[in-house]
């Protein structure tokens, strides 16, 4: 079994910074593509910034410059920083990851979702 633990979310100021973790655990023998969505209310969810096992990035142009995300491959963790935060920005977050079990196709995988509420 596989398990994607988000954590991180909470409300902050326009103009000021959060970080998101999410650490992917259980028998996992390989994961390609981390990354981290988001869905605002009546909005579908949207890709903010993805990082393969390689380094390659990929940003959403709303969060480029803003958005910086980083991996720690021997820990399986996704970590998102999200600087100059504006109140668009507002939404539930999650975590998302193209992995390999033993003895298993690659496949997706998603975390609960973390709220990331941005005041004005």
């Known amino acids: 079994q596989v398990q994607l633990v988000e954590s991180g979310g909470g409300l902050v100021q326009a103009g000021g910074s959060l970080r998101l973790s999410c650490a992917a655990s259980?028998?996992?023998?390989?994961?390609?593509?981390m990354g981290w969505y988001r869905q605002a209310p009546g909005k579908q969810r949207e890709l903010v910034a993805s990082r393969t096992s390689g380094g390659n990035t990929n940003y959403a142009d709303s969060v480029k410059g803003r958005f910086t995300i980083s991996r720690d491959n021997a820990k399986n963790t996704v970590y998102l920083e999200m600087n100059s935060l504006k109140p668009e920005d507002t939404a539930v977050y999650y975590c998302n990851a193209d992995l390999k079990q033993y003895g298993i196709a690659y496949r997706e995988y998603w975390g609960q979702g973390t709220q990331v509420t941005v005041s004005s």
């Open positions: 259980g028998s996992i023998f390989r994961i390609n593509t």
